[in-house]
C-alpha cells in the first residue's frame, strides 16, 4: 500500500468505529488487569507470609517479568506477522489455564512457592505475545492526535486495577474461600477478556513508509526492529530514560511493602497501595483528559523528576500518610511520563513494524524491573537494613537523619532512588537529541489521520459549551 493510498484509508479508518472497537477491547483487558492484580497481591503476601523474606518476595515479580523480557523480540515480529487479535486471545487463554491449574493445587494443598514462580513465568510468556499486539493495535483503532489520549486510557485501567486489588484481595483474604476464590476470579477475568476479543476485529498494518522491507524470516524480522531502532538516537535515548525510571519503580513496587510492615499492619499497606493506585489513576485521567503536555519531552523529564522529589519523603519519621502521599505523587507521574513515550512512538514509527520496535522498546524498559528485583531485596536484607539498624555502620551518620530500627534501611533505599531518578532525568534533558526529538524526528503518521472524530467526551464537552 502506497503513502497516498494509506492518507485516504487512515481518514477514514478510525472513524468506522475504530474509538469503540478500542474502548471494546479496553473493557475486557481493565477486567483482566483487576483479575491479575488480586491474584498477584495476594500470592506475594502469601509467600513473604510463610517465607520471611523479601528475596522470596521479590522472585514472584521477577518470574512475572524475565520471561516476557526475554521473548519481547520474538513476541513482537509474531505480532507484525501473524493477526493481531488471535495473537491476543490466544495470550489470554494461556494465562487463564495457567491460573486454574494453581487454584485447583491450591485446593489440593499441593501449592508451593516454587510452583507459583513456574506458573507466573508461564503467565509472563502469555503476556509477552499480549502486550505489543495490543499496542501495535491502538495505532490501527485511534486518530493520531489521540494517541496520548489512548495511551491515557490504557495507564486508567492499570491504575484502577492499581488502586482496587489491594482493597479487594485484603477484604477476600479474610473470608471464604480465601485465596482459592481469588484464584477463580482471576481466571474469569481472562475468559472475559477472550470473549470480548472474539466480538472485535482489528485490521491488518498498513506499510507508511517505503523503507520498510518485506516480510523475510523471522529473525531477520526481529532483527529490523532493533535496526529500525538505533537509527533513531532520539528514541533510544527517551527509552533509556524511561528504563532509569522503571528501575526506580521495581525497587520501590518491591520494597514498599517491607517499609510499611516495619512498622504498620496488612491493612495499612493495603490503605498505602490503593493510595499508590489512585495516584497512578490521576495521573492517567489527566492524560486521557487532555492528552498530556504538548512538549511531550519536557513534560516526561518534568513529571519524572517530580517522583524522584516525592520519593525523598521516606527520610521523613515512619508514618502511613507520608509514605502514601509519596507514593501517590510518584506514581502519579509514572502514566503521564510512560503515555508521552507511547504517544512519541505511535507518531514517529511504521505501523507495520510497531509490534517488533514496541517490543525492543518494552523489553529495554522492563528488563530494568528484574535487575531492581535481583538488586533491591539482597540490598535491603544484607546491607542497608544493618547498617541502619541500632550500632550499624551508618547508625550514627546517615542514620541521624533518616532513622535507626527496622525499616529505615529501606527507606534509605527510597531516598537514594529518588536521587537517581532526578539526576537521571536532568543528564537525559541535557542531550539535544533527547531535547530535539519531537522536532528533529518527522511524524511517519500522515496527519490525514488528524481528520477522524474525536473522543466522546470531548464532543460532549463542546455540546456542553
Known amino acids: 500500500m502506497t503513502k497516498e493510498a494509506y492518507m485516504e484509508r487512515s481518514a477514514a479508518g478510525p472513524s468506522q468505529g475504530g474509538w469503540k472497537t478500542f474502548l471494546t477491547i479496553w473493557a475486557g483487558q481493565l477486567v483482566s488487569l483487576l483479575g491479575s492484580g488480586l491474584s498477584g497481591f495476594a500470592l506475594g503476601l502469601w509467600v513473604l507470609s510463610r517465607s520471611g523474606s523479601v528475596t522470596k518476595f521479590a522472585l514472584i515479580a521477577l518470574c512475572t517479568l524475565a520471561p516476557r523480557i526475554l521473548l519481547s523480540p520474538l513476541a513482537g515480529a509474531v505480532a507484525d506477522r501473524w ?67 489512548a495511551s491515557g486510557m490504557v495507564q486508567i485501567a492499570q491504575g484502577l486495577a492499581q488502586t482496587l486489588a489491594p482493597v479487594m484481595a485484603g477484604i477476600m483474604l479474610q473470608a471464604r474461600p480465601g485465596i482459592v476464590g481469588i484464584l477463580w476470579i482471576d481466571f474469569s477475568s481472562y475468559i472475559f477478556a477472550a470473549i470480548i476479543l472474539l ?65 504498620a499492619s496488612p491493612q495499612v499497606l493495603g490503605t498505602v497501595m490503593t493510595c499508590a493506585g489512585v495516584g497512578m489513576f490521576v495521573g492517567s485521567a489527566i492524560m486521557a483528559a487532555s492528552g498530556g503536555p504538548r512538549r511531550r519531552v519536557r513534560g516526561m523529564v518534568a513529571f519524572l523528576a517530580l517522583g524522584g522529589a516525592a520519593l525523598l519523603g521516606a527520610a521523613l519519621p515512619p508514618s502511613p500518610v507520608l509514605i502514601a502521599g509519596g507514593a501517590f505523587i510518584f506514581l502519579l507521574s509514572v502514566p503521564v511520563a510512560s503515555g508521552c513515550m507511547q504517544a512519541i512512538l505511535q507518531s ?118
Open 83 to 149: 493477526d493481531r487479535r488471535s495473537t491476543m486471545l490466544a495470550s489470554e487463554l494461556g494465562a487463564a489455564l495457567v491460573t486454574g491449574w494453581m487454584a485447583l493445587m491450591l485446593m489440593a494443598g499441593r501449592l508451593t512457592p516454587g510452583g507459583i514462580y513456574l506458573a507466573m513465568s508461564a503467565i509472563s510468556v502469555c503476556s509477552a505475545f499480549q502486550w505489543p499486539a495490543w499496542a501495535a493495535s491502538i495505532t490501527l483503532l485511534v486518530p493520531k492526535d489521540q494517541f496520548a489520549r
Open 199 to 263: 466480538l472485535v476485529r482489528i485490521p491488518r498494518p498498513p506499510v507508511v513508509s517505503e523503507v520498510v522491507p518485506k516480510p523475510q524470516s523471522l529473525l531477520r524480522d526481529i532483527a529490523y526492529g532493533w535496526t529500525y531502532l538505533v537509527s533513531r538516537p532520539g528514541l533510544i535515548g527517551l527509552v533509556l530514560m524511561v528504563s532509569a525510571c522503571n528501575f526506580v519503580l521495581g525497587i520501590i513496587m518491591i520494597l514498599v511493602a517491607p517499609l510499611v510492615l516495619s512498622f
Open 348 to 465: 514517529k514509527v511504521d505501523p507495520a513494524v510497531q509490534g517488533r520496535v514496541f517490543a525492543f522498546t518494552g523489553m529495554a524498559v522492563a528488563a530494568a524491573m528484574p535487575v531492581a528485583y535481583l538488586v533491591s531485596g539482597p540490598l535491603a536484607d544484607h546491607f542497608f537494613e544493618p547498617w541502619f539498624a541500632a550500632g550499624g555502620l551508618l547508625a550514627n551518620s546517615a542514620g541521624r537523619w533518616i532513622g535507626v530500627g527496622p525499616g529505615r534501611g529501606v527507606a534509605a533505599l527510597f531516598v537514594l532512588s529518588g536521587l537517581l531518578l532526578i539526576a537521571i532525568t536532568a543528564a537525559a534533558y541535557l542531550q539535544p537529541r533527547v531535547r530535539e526529538l519531537e522536532t528533529e524526528l518527522p511524524d511517519v503518521i500522515p496527519d490525514a489521520q488528524e481528520a477522524a472524530p474525536r473522543i466522546p467526551w470531548e464532543v460532549a464537552s463542546e455540546a456542553v459549551r
